[in-house]
C-alpha cells in the first residue's frame, strides 16, 4: 500500500510541473509593456505548483494519515526529477 501512496505522490509531482511550464511560455510572451511581465509569470507558476502540491499533501494528511509521509516524499521527488528531466532536455536542444 505504501507502493501505492509513492506512485500516487509522483504523479502528483509531475503534475504540479505543468504550471512552471505554463509560466515559462507566459514569461517568454510577456512583451515589454505587458502587465504580468517576465517574472510576475514566473512566480504565478510556482505559486500555483505549490499550491496543487499543499493542497494535494493536505488531503492525504486528512483522509489517509498513515502514509502521508510516502505520498509526500513522491510528489517532492516526482517534482525534482520532473524538473531535472525538463532542464536537462532543454539544454540538449
Same mark, same amino acid.
Given at each position: 500500500?505504501?507502493?501505492?501512496?509513492?506512485?500516487?505522490?509522483?504523479?502528483?509531482?509531475?503534475?504540479?510541473?505543468?504550471?512552471?511550464?505554463?509560466?515559462?511560455?507566459?514569461? !517568454?510572451?510577456?512583451?515589454?509593456?505587458?502587465? =504580468? $511581465?517576465? #517574472? *510576475?509569470? @514566473?512566480?504565478?507558476?510556482?505559486?500555483?505548483?505549490?499550491?496543487?502540491?499543499?493542497?494535494?499533501?493536505?488531503?492525504?494528511?486528512?483522509?489517509? !494519515?498513515?502514509?502521508?509521509?510516502?505520498?509526500? =516524499? $513522491?510528489? #517532492? *521527488?516526482? @517534482?525534482?526529477?520532473?524538473?531535472?528531466?525538463?532542464?536537462?532536455?532543454?539544454?540538449?536542444?
Amino acid at each position: 500500500m505504501i507502493v501505492v501512496a509513492v506512485v500516487i505522490g509522483v504523479i502528483v509531482g509531475i503534475a504540479s510541473f505543468a504550471p512552471l511550464i505554463f509560466g515559462m511560455n507566459k514569461a !517568454r510572451s510577456a512583451g515589454p509593456t505587458s502587465n =504580468l $511581465g517576465h #517574472a *510576475g509569470a @514566473l512566480m504565478l507558476g510556482v505559486l500555483i505548483s505549490l499550491v496543487i502540491l499543499v493542497v494535494a499533501i493536505v488531503v492525504c494528511v486528512k483522509l489517509f !494519515r498513515d502514509f502521508a509521509v510516502p505520498f509526500a =516524499l $513522491g510528489a #517532492a *521527488g516526482g @517534482l525534482i526529477v520532473t524538473a531535472v528531466v525538463f532542464g536537462i532536455s532543454k539544454n540538449k536542444r
